[in-house]
């Protein structure tokens, strides 16, 4: 996942309510979808925030483009679950991560683990940025709970 957005850095001043999609394995590990980072229910997990290749053209002022950070969503972003045909299979089905009618990403539901969606936080002193689209990057997240999707 790549997040797209004007680079504004801050530190949190509380804890800031986030979730991301997760894979869960059958030895109960939670991994990231994109980059495979392995993740663990209340444990503070870290990251760097990797600079950012800039798009400055006569369609982007400035707009940032970051890929190695701890990404996340607000709550306010929803999750629809579409089966693309109502004879198949979730094989044949996508998870769509939306806001607003506008999709921000789609995950086939082909993969061999299933998906959760895991609740937690930015906490308090991390470093971090939202953009237009209810998305996070973040230098730390701590997970607290997951539920099935």
Not at 52 to 62: C, G, R, S, Y
Not at 107 to 117: A, C, D, H
Request: hydrophobic residues 40%; aromatic residues 8%.
């Amino acid at each position: 996942m790549c997040w797209i957005g004007h680079l504004q850095l801050k530190i949190a001043q509380e804890d800031i309510p986030i979730f991301k999609i997760l894979s869960s394995t059958p030895d109960g590990r939670l991994t990231s979808i994109y980059r495979y980072y392995t993740y663990t229910l209340n444990k503070e997990a870290e990251s760097l925030i990797k600079t950012p290749h800039i798009l400055n053209d006569e369609f982007n002022n400035n707009i940032s483009i970051i890929d190695v950070a701890l990404h996340s969503y607000s709550p306010s972003v929803k999750l629809l679950l579409v089966n693309h045909h109502p004879m198949m299979s979730l094989n044949n089905s996508s998870l769509y991560i939306m806001m607003e009618g506008l999709v921000l990403d789609q995950i086939p539901l082909f993969r061999l683990n299933p998906l959760v969606k895991a609740y937690g936080v930015i906490p308090k002193g991390a470093t971090y940025c939202k953009n237009d689209r209810e998305e996070y990057i973040s230098n730390k997240l701590i997970l607290k709970h997951i539920e099935s999707i």
